[in-house]
């Protein structure tokens, strides 16, 4: 099991911006397809955007053009660039990683945006 630790989350206004972090305690990281999740209450969770190794990326339609995913393998970390957001983007974000049938998960990192 990989252990996956996010950052980044805060409060910003409509129209602002926020780079999540998740960094990976993995000696395999650039095998791993990598996720951004996110959940609000009362919703199901969802993916919001992942990357594989090769560096493909996808993205949930309500974030195409303002979410950006990117992954460093020589810092095992990957990053969720947010722009333009909206209040239905607030949630918790969770960073997931993925190889074979074995996924991880970290905690959460909390993003509100509020006038």
């Known amino acids: 099991q990989v252990q996956l630790v996010e950052s980044g989350g805060g409060l910003v206004q409509p129209g602002g911006s926020l780079r999540l972090s998740c960094a990976a305690s993995?000696?395999?990281?650039?095998?791993?397809?990598m996720g951004w999740y996110r959940q609000a209450p009362g919703k199901q969770r969802e993916l919001v955007a992942a990357i594989t190794g090769g560096g493909s990326t996808n993205y949930v339609d309500s974030v195409k053009g303002r979410f950006t995913i990117s992954r460093d393998n020589a810092k095992n970390t990957v990053y969720l660039q947010m722009n333009n957001l909206k209040p239905e983007d607030a949630a918790v974000y969770s960073c997931?990683?993925?190889?074979?049938?074995?996924?991880?998960w970290g905690q959460g990192t909390q993003v509100t945006v509020s006038s």
């Open positions: 993995t000696s395999f990281f650039d095998l791993y397809t």
């Open positions: 997931n990683a993925r190889v074979g049938s074995i996924t991880s």
